[in-house]
């Protein structure tokens, strides 16, 4: 390769001018400004760094902003080598300091991001300043592939990856005593009958346990799951409710991380037989405080440790922000300002059913409301909320908590779930004495709700009286706003099985998703909520009968305005939101 052009400014600028993305009139005074940035900004400023931080935008149609991932890819295509985005979900820590030293790494700006047994590919942010490549090649004794990349992601992973993959290391070797809990699942059970504790409170595991949870933050993860295997420790995350796997530990570290992950969140760290539940509350980089909910299992090599990440600014977003049709949070709000009266949120386990009911009482718990709260566990810690959690070694369950909430002088109970028929009479004895009950169900839509009561053994005609509103819930995968294109199509038949009949015209053209780096490539980024609300009317009501029929229920329902969870994804199709096998693949129990 040759080595007569470099990453300089001089060199950039030269380029953009070629490409007719910044114009020679504008050209001097925007060099002048990146040379400044680069001179008083911090020590060794990269020129593509700086180009992008003086906020150019590109004389091409559409005009946008030079950032620097565009000038990035850009500056990779004028060098003729590929361009490289780090999805750190995608690198093997290990393979990286296998291959060089974090000092090495650093002062050429280089960072290995792939290792093959033949090849190493390794990101630089400058390929033509390449007199480390004869070196490593040698010392590898492996054909290198050279992408550019991100400066900026280059110096945050070469600190990041080194430091984790030598913290996984050192620990490794802390806790080496434990090596013989790999061999078999006896002596695995042997351990997990002794006192003796891995230390929790070692610096590397410190480290290790930190960087996990600020990862999953980054990640936009929903859940972290630690899973303990015969001969290695697998780290996933759950991201827009699909699970990544994101790294492999041995199996010492992993009973280390979940010894200091129990203590952080006041479980027994000796107890490792039976399902433990606790939590944490930590912040992001940027100072936003985080919730984390912990449950471990035991299993046959170790205790799987789940933890769900719950955003506490979720609850002040607005209906609309969740996914509800204007329509239909009018006439939710309408619901919940009734005086009293049980409304129930249905849905399988992850379709964001505590969310609804979190972000609701949020907007209802006003200085002159008692909210009151009796859950299994607590969801999110609120400060406006009386929250109480079932205790069932105490035999605290949930009909007991409502019954004791209603000596507390309350307006609005919610009931984390109801489960079965003591739970039900309670909910509705509530409701009959002049109290607000919001509670969740497990059913398929919302018409199955009346019927679900009805086998718990509730009687027809207190149903009656007490339901006011009954919405049911899926999360589907919003279409990446980066890549989606426009030019995907339906078949009929897909159309048909969606709106069954519903007054809603075929799209000529859908959009599909498409796969980008902002989305690692999967096409989509991000969740938003489909909603199937029925409210109650005089002819529902009459339909709710000892042997009602659930067609009858949600024929009535529907002439009523309930909109079915299919129709309501239609919607969202239309308008570009998401995808038909999306709403396919979470309605697929209804029919």
Same mark, same amino acid.
Request: glycine share 6%; aromatic share 8%; proline share 6%.
């Given at each position: 390769m040759s080595t007569s052009k470099t990453f300089s400014l001089q060199q950039l600028?030269?380029?953009l001018m070629e490409d007719g993305l910044v114009k020679k009139e504008d050209a001097k005074v925007a060099f002048n400004h990146a040379r400044a940035l680069q001179k008083n900004g911090p020590a060794?400023?990269? /020129?593509?760094?700086?180009? /992008?931080?003086?906020?150019?935008?590109?004389?091409?149609?559409?005009?946008?902003?030079? $950032?620097? %991932?565009?000038?990035?890819?850009?500056?990779?295509?004028?060098?003729?080598? *590929?361009?490289? =985005?780090? %999805?750190?979900?995608?690198?093997?820590?290990?393979?990286?300091?296998?291959?060089?030293?974090?000092?090495?790494?650093?002062?050429?700006?280089?960072? *290995? @991001?792939?290792?093959?047994p033949d090849t190493v590919t390794i990101a630089t942010t400058d390929p033509f300043d390449n007199q480390w490549l004869d070196e490593i090649s040698r010392l590898t004794k492996k054909r290198i592939h050279l992408v550019l990349s991100n400066p900026l992601d280059v110096a945050q992973y070469t600190a990041q990856f080194f430091s984790l993959a030598k913290s996984i290391k050192d620990a490794r070797k802390s806790n080496s005593n434990d090596i013989a809990l790999r061999n078999n699942f006896e002596q695995l059970v042997e351990l997990g009958n002794s006192n003796k504790a891995v230390d929790a409170n070692d610096q590397h595991i410190i480290n290790i346990v930190d960087w996990l949870w600020q990862f999953a933050f980054d990640q936009r993860a929903s859940d972290i799951h630690l899973e303990p295997k015969r001969d290695v420790g697998t780290i996933r995350f759950r991201i827009d409710g699909v699970l990544h796997q994101v790294y492999q530990v041995p199996p010492v570290v992993m009973i280390a991380m979940t010894a200091r992950i129990k203590l952080l969140g006041r479980m027994d760290v000796i107890e490792k037989r039976r399902p433990q539940d606790g939590r944490v509350k930590t912040r992001t980089n940027d100072g936003q405080e985080v919730e984390l909910r912990l449950s471990t299992l035991p299993t046959a090599f170790g205790e799987k440790v789940v933890m769900r990440i719950f955003d506490p600014e979720v609850v002040v977003k607005t209906l609309p922000e969740l996914g509800f049709p204007t329509k239909d949070a009018v006439r939710?709000?309408?619901? $919940?300002?009734?005086?009293?009266?049980?409304?129930?949120?249905?849905?399988?386990?992850?379709?964001?059913?505590?969310?609804?009911?979190? $972000?609701?009482?949020?907007?209802?718990?006003?200085?002159? @409301?008692? @909210? &009151?709260?009796?859950?299994?566990?607590i969801e999110m810690v609120e400060a406006s909320f009386n929250q109480m959690q079932v205790q069932s070694n105490i035999e605290l369950d949930f009909a007991d908590g409502i019954r004791a909430l209603m000596r507390q002088d309350p307006d609005i109970i919610m009931v984390g779930e109801i489960r079965d028929l003591p739970t039900a009479e309670m909910a509705i004895q509530a409701a009959l004495t002049g109290h607000l009950v919001l509670s969740t169900l497990h059913t398929n839509d919302a018409p199955s709700a009346i019927m679900r009561l009805l086998q718990l053994g509730v009687p027809y005609y207190l149903l009656e009286a007490t339901i006011i509103g009954i919405l049911a819930q899926r999360l589907v995968r919003t279409l990446c706003p980066h890549c989606k294109s426009d030019d995907g199509e339906l078949e009929d038949a897909v159309?048909?099985?969606?709106?069954?009949?519903?007054?809603?015209?075929? *799209?000529?053209?859908?959009?599909?998703? @498409?796969? &980008?780096?902002? &989305?690692?490539?999967?096409?989509?980024?991000?969740?938003?909520?489909?909603?199937?609300?029925?409210?109650?009317?005089?002819?529902?009501?009459?339909?709710?009968?000892?042997?009602? %029929?659930?067609?009858?229920?949600?024929?009535? /329902?529907?002439?009523?305005?309930?909109?079915?969870? =299919?129709?309501?994804?239609?919607?969202?199709?239309?308008?570009?939101?998401?995808? /038909?096998?999306?709403?396919?693949?979470?309605?697929?129990a209804l029919f």
């Open positions: 600028f030269t380029w060794g400023m990269h /020129a593509l760094t700086a180009i /992008a931080q003086a906020k150019l935008y590109s004389a091409l149609k559409p005009q946008q902003l030079l $950032t620097l %991932d565009f000038l990035t890819e850009w500056a990779a295509k004028k060098a003729n080598v *590929p361009f490289y =985005r780090i %999805d750190p979900l995608r690198i093997d820590f290990t393979k990286v300091a296998d291959i060089m030293t974090s000092t090495y790494a650093t002062r050429f700006n280089i960072l *290995p @991001v792939d290792a093959t939710w709000d309408n619901l $919940t300002q009734k005086p009293h009266g049980i409304i129930l949120v249905t849905g399988p386990t992850g379709s964001g059913k505590t969310t609804t009911l979190y $972000t609701t009482l949020k907007a209802l718990a006003t200085p002159d @409301v008692n @909210v &009151c709260t009796v859950e299994d566990p159309w048909e099985a969606l709106i069954d009949q519903w007054p809603l015209e075929k *799209p000529k053209k859908i959009y599909r998703p @498409v796969g &980008c780096l902002e &989305c690692r490539h999967t096409g989509y980024k991000g969740r938003t909520g489909i909603y199937e609300l029925l409210t109650v009317t005089q002819s529902f009501s009459k339909q709710i009968q000892a042997e009602s %029929d659930i067609h009858a229920l949600r024929d009535q /329902a529907i002439r009523d305005d309930m909109k079915p969870l =299919r129709v309501a994804g239609a919607y969202k199709i239309v308008d570009g939101v998401t995808t /038909a096998d999306e709403v396919l693949k979470v309605t697929s």
